[in-house]
């Protein structure tokens, strides 16, 4: 009986010490694991910092940007102005009359007329008459004559009536801004067409320095509707004629290139055929039932305002010293950047 207890005593204290054996090295690996996985975040913690975020701006600088302040035009005024766009889709129908001048009474002693009854607005007589002078003293020629002119809508309906294969609809005739004419050459009682070459070339070379374009220029007939005609010039002024030229531009695209300089975003910046830097924006006038507007221009600068016959006003501006101009961030990009910088290391095992 004696022996037996003392026995099963011997195996509880074996059992006893086996556990506290177990126990002790649990609890060992637990404190090197623990102390290990301390080791493991420190290391981490250093070689990967939390990253966050933060939002940079970065503005586009427009080299061509003025300073602005306003001039209250009437909404009605989009179609006036000598960059008004014509065709078989903007009809002249609310096209004002405006400064309508004969040409046999302004015309210089270079320029011939067909009658008296021709007529153009003011601002492209004066400019023909540039014209016709720079013409004569680079060539010696004085036989240039204007065939036609500014014609009123009832006069274009009959024209079409007579000739609907080649005459243009009452209402989408350049002719009908008196800023578009046809050229022919005078030869004592008779006159002979006008195809820009030999010596005549040159005024379709030269034509953007006194302001006009060819408006029926060579594969342009998808956007102008007529096949080429270099007897046709259209008065824009010197900065869009310039651009037109260079570019190699009809009227039509001209103005599909001003939808991408409208006030506010990058404007266009033009070397001018007269030697002169211009700078060129639109002004879209949105839906509004009030008969005026404020119309953006530029301070310390010759401009000119034209309405384009569509939805709002060109500016031009002539590039001078005494300009004001500015910075935009209206083309501002954003991007998210690390603003986290590695944190010290306090041993050289971390930082590798």
């Known amino acids: 009986m004696a022996k037996n207890e003392t026995e099963r005593r011997g195996r509880k204290g074996l059992a006893a010490f086996c556990l506290g054996l177990l126990l002790l090295a649990g609890g060992g690996y637990g404190v090197v694991r623990l102390i290990g996985g301390m080791e493991t975040i420190e290391a981490d913690s250093l070689l990967r910092p939390e990253v966050t975020t ?40 609310d096209l004002p009359k405006e400064k309508l001048v004969a040409v046999f009474e302004k015309r210089n002693s270079h320029v011939h007329v067909k009658d008296t009854t021709v007529k153009l607005q003011e601002e492209a007589m004066d400019a023909f008459n540039a014209l016709a002078d720079g013409f004569f003293n680079a060539t010696g020629k004085d036989d240039l004559l204007v065939m036609n002119g500014y014609r009123t809508r009832e006069e274009q309906m009959k024209i079409y009536n007579n000739n609907p294969q080649t005459a243009a609809k009452a ?7 008196g800023l578009a004419l046809e050229l022919r050459l005078f030869q004592g009682q008779k006159y002979s067409d006008f195809d820009g070459t030999g010596d005549y070339k040159w005024v379709l070379d030269h034509a953007a320095e006194y302001g006009f374009i060819l408006r029926y220029p060579e594969g342009k007939k998808d956007k102008t509707g007529y096949e080429y005609s270099p007897a046709h010039l259209r008065y824009v002024g010197i900065p869009h004629a310039s651009y037109m030229q260079t570019n190699g531009l009809c009227l039509e695209e001209y103005h599909e290139e001003l939808n991408n300089h409208i006030y506010g975003t990058l404007n266009l910046p033009i070397s001018g055929a007269d030697g002169k830097d211009y700078i060129v924006y639109l002004f879209r006038v949105g839906e509004t039932e009030d008969p005026a507007v404020d119309v953006p221009v530029p301070t310390g600068t010759p401009f000119t305002v034209s309405g384009n016959h569509i939805d709002g006003f060109v500016i031009a501006a002539e590039k001078t010293a005494d300009m004001q101009s500015g910075t935009s961030n209206t083309n501002a990009v954003t991007t998210a950047v690390s603003d986290a910088q590695p944190a010290a290391s306090s041993s050289s095992s971390a930082a590798q």
């Open 54 to 93: 933060a939002a940079v701006t970065t503005v586009m600088t427009d080299p061509n940007l003025l300073v602005c302040d306003y001039q209250t035009m009437f909404v009605s005024d989009i179609t006036t102005g000598s960059l008004v766009l014509v065709n078989d889709t903007h009809d002249t129908k």
């Open 171 to 177: 209402g989408c005739s350049d002719y009908e801004t």
